[in-house]
């Protein structure tokens, strides 16, 4: 098959597809005079809100701080413990610390990489404030069985939906499914700005105005400091281009399904475990994964071919060498520690063609 290297993500493509859109974004924005915090983000937040079916948005500076700010809003501080996932981006356990808690972490089952509810118990301690699974590849968390525990706690559950934008649990938009859910716009996500960004989508509206203020500053008007919030607003420029993208995004969700079920169906054959779907879940393939005993000589060989992968993510959080200081060992996670010695990512993105969707699966299945 003559489809040429097939990077693990291009962002040409994508850009050209849509310049008009985008440039007349921007166009307008330079045309009003207004930067920061202005109709673009008052926009986008409403849009994006109804989007998701939520009450409410508030657009921040990226993906961590919706997470820190929403679990700020939420009660987390000093001496506060946050169960999370040992494997996602490392800015999952990142926020919890700024917000000034620790994060504790739950194993993984291997067959999702996602915390279950057993595990997420177990790590549960009389200091746990917050419950926060992770929607890892955009691949959602069994959600009903982790809010029953959350409420038989009596702790709220913050979706890390940053990886999630469009993927469905029992037909439900997740980020819609606890009082908050952060997402992150970082380029490569399912809805990307071209620089940072981030939300925190909001169900229960009572954490609105503490989110609105925590992001600016702690301001409740202007010059006025209630409290030590920290700058993390989307500017102008940023609110008008997602605004631009996000009518794509369903159809964007739509492509990068049927470039999974090309994977499904060509990676049918044993040569390595795609990760799939579980019943209940509708993923948005922000990545798509699949699983292998030799993963390292697999990707070597597609990197040889020209076929760009990566691994998300290669260190468990509680191995990571900013956690030593918390204990963190070998043995610790099991799961976590097997699973990440045998995933590849391979490129998913709604501009990779049949044809290159087709040479990469061909590719896996030569190499044996
Ligand atoms: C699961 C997850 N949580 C949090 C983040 C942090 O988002 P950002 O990079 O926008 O700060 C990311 C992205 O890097 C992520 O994938």
């Not at 118990?121 to 926060?132: F, G, V």
């Amino acid at each position: 098959m003559t489809t040429g290297p097939v990077p693990f993500v291009d962002f040409r493509p994508h850009v050209a597809a849509h310049r008009a859109e985008i440039d007349a974004a921007i166009a307008r924005v330079l045309d009003s005079g207004w930067f920061i915090l202005g109709p673009e983000c008052e926009a986008f937040e409403r849009e994006l809100a109804a989007h998701f079916g939520v009450a409410d948005a508030v657009a921040v500076a990226n993906g961590t701080e919706a997470l820190q700010l929403a679990l700020e809003a939420l009660g987390v501080g000093p001496g506060d413990e946050v169960v999370t996932s040992p494997v996602t981006a490392a800015f999952s356990a990142i926020a919890i610390e700024r917000a000034g808690g620790t994060p504790v972490f739950a194993d993984v089952d291997p067959a999702t990489v996602a915390v279950t509810p057993e595990s997420v118990e177990k790590a549960i301690t009389p200091r746990t404030k917050a419950l926060m699974p992770v929607h890892l590849y955009g691949h959602p968390v069994d959600l009903d069985p982790m809010l029953d525990l959350a409420q038989r706690k009596g702790l709220p559950l913050l979706e890390d939906a940053c990886q999630a934008h469009g993927a469905r649990y029992k037909g439900r938009k997740v980020g819609s499914l606890g009082p908050l859910a952060g997402l992150s716009f970082y380029p490569t996500k399912n809805l990307g700005a071209f620089g940072d960004g981030g939300a925190v989508l909001v169900s229960d509206t009572r954490y609105s105005e503490r989110l609105r203020r925590l992001r600016n500053g702690g301001q409740s008007r202007r010059y006025y400091h209630d409290e030590p919030g920290i700058n993390s607003r989307l500017d102008e420029l940023h609110c008008a281009v997602l605004r631009a993208k996000l009518p794509h995004l369903d159809a964007w969700t739509a492509r990068r399904r049927a470039i999974a079920a090309i994977y499904d169906r060509e990676l049918a054959d044993g040569a390595v475990r795609p990760l799939g779907e579980q019943p209940y879940a509708q993923s948005c393939y922000h990545l798509y994964v699949v699983r292998s005993p030799r993963r390292d000589a697999l990707a070597q060989e597609l990197h040889d071919k020209g076929i760009g992968t990566l691994i998300h993510y290669p260190v468990p959080l509680h191995l990571q060498k900013m956690y030593a200081r918390l204990g963190g060992k070998v043995g610790d996670f099991p799961n976590a520690e097997q699973v990440v010695g045998e995933i590849l990512s391979l490129p998913m993105y709604p501009e990779l063609t049949d044809a290159q969707a087709l040479a990469v699966a061909a590719a896996v299945r030569e190499s044996r």
